[in-house]
């Protein structure tokens, strides 16, 4: 079955850290491209970061910089790592597929792992 | 502010149709194909169109999808309760260097 199961929310102080990660099963983390996703409380999807099948990054302008996604093919997961943590990255992360012969579509998503910034 | 443009909220009533619409400009709708997406209350998003107007396999042909220039629409025909959630389009967009959603649109079934 095809799926993707993210892990590694909570709470964390503004200025902290904190690693998500999204396992994935049933095809190759390292053959597509991978997005997150995230939604803040009551709010709209904002995607955050992709890794292309080639290894190249990208990043919204409200992550770049301290915001970096890796994959280790090995394990098929996908990271999320969040430095520099403010109030406003408290969201919903998902981890996303995206197929490019589906227009870069997200067709296959995680459940979402919380995340909380606060003191 | 979303890059890409939709009324917060839609309504109908069973068995009606009902269309959503995503404005965007050149940068994005205008040279993209855009994807739609339904999320139920509480779950995560789930992929309804795909290149404008395509249906994943599982995906009723109640809902199509259509893009003219710098906006995209979203038909629901026959609506039914099951179909009252959150519907975003989403694109990517040159002028950003990333993939943008737009707002949101919650559709209540009467």
């Known amino acids: 079955e095809v799926q993707l199961v993210e892990s590694g929310g909570g709470l964390v102080q503004p200025g902290g850290s904190l690693r998500l990660s999204c396992a994935a099963s049933?095809?190759?983390?390292?053959?597509?491209?991978m997005s997150w996703v995230r939604q803040a409380p009551g709010k709209g999807l904002e995607w955050v970061s992709v890794?292309?099948?080639?290894?190249?990054?990208y990043y919204a302008d409200s992550v770049k910089g301290r915001f970096t996604i890796s994959r280790d093919i090995y394990k098929n997961t996908v990271y999320l790592q969040m430095n520099s943590l403010r109030a406003e990255d408290t969201a919903v992360y998902y981890c996303?597929?995206?197929?490019?012969?589906?227009?870069?579509?997200?067709?296959?998503w995680g459940q979402g792992t919380m995340l909380t910034v606060s003191s | 502010q979303s890059v890409l443009t939709q009324p917060p909220s839609a309504s109908g009533t069973p068995g009606q149709r009902v269309t959503i619409s995503c404005s965007g400009s050149s940068s994005n709708i205008g040279s993209n194909s855009v994807n739609w997406y339904q999320q139920l209350p509480g779950t995560a998003p789930k992929l309804l169109i795909y290149?404008?107007?395509q249906r994943p396999s599982g995906v009723p042909d109640r809902f199509s999808g259509s893009k003219s220039g710098t906006s995209a629409s979203l038909a629901i025909s026959g609506l039914q309760s099951e179909d009252e959630a959150d519907y975003y389009c989403?694109?990517?967009?040159?002028?950003?260097?990333?993939?943008?959603f737009g707002g949101g649109t919650k559709l209540t079934v009467l």
């Open positions: 996303a597929r995206q197929l490019t012969i589906w227009g870069y579509a997200f067709d296959i």
């Open positions: 890794i292309y099948s080639g290894g190249s990054t």
């Open positions: 049933g095809f190759t983390v390292g053959s597509n491209y």
């Open positions: 989403a694109t990517w967009d040159a002028s950003l260097n990333g993939w943008v």
């Open positions: 290149s404008n107007n």
